[in-house]
């Protein structure tokens, strides 16, 4: 079994930053690809961004491309979000997700993902 822990979320400013951290743990968490994604209440739930398991290949939802930028360190297990100028519209429930495939060499936000963390809310107002 696969664990995740989102952490690092809070309140913040109109063009402030954040920085979310995904801690996984189980079996072989370096295996699978990694996927953030964020909900508000009474939304529809969104792919914000995802990581291949080499950390070679990422994806963005055009809404934050060239504001947030997905990494990862597998010696850590840990997978961050680190957003930037931030926008009242950023503001939900941001939970990370995954699913197993250590081959693949890009991410899709549009397929199934297996194992979710609890999420950590991102709130962005003055």
């Known amino acids: 079994q696969l664990q995740l822990v989102e952490s690092g979320g809070g309140l913040v400013q109109p063009g402030g930053s954040l920085r979310l951290s995904c801690a996984a743990s189980?079996?072989?968490?370096?295996?699978?690809?990694i996927g953030w994604f964020r909900q508000v209440s009474g939304k529809e739930r969104e792919g914000v961004s995802c990581i291949t398991s080499s950390g070679g290949g990422t994806n963005y939802v055009d809404s934050v491309r060239g504001r947030f930028t997905i990494s990862r360190d597998n010696a850590k297990n840990t997978v961050y979000l680190q957003m930037n100028s931030l926008k009242p519209e950023d503001t939900a429930v941001y939970y990370c997700a995954a699913f197993w495939n250590r081959y693949t060499s890009i991410c899709s936000l549009l397929v199934h993902y297996d194992f979710w963390g609890q999420g950590t809310q991102v709130t962005v107002s003055s």
């Open positions: 189980g079996v072989t968490p370096g295996n699978y690809v």
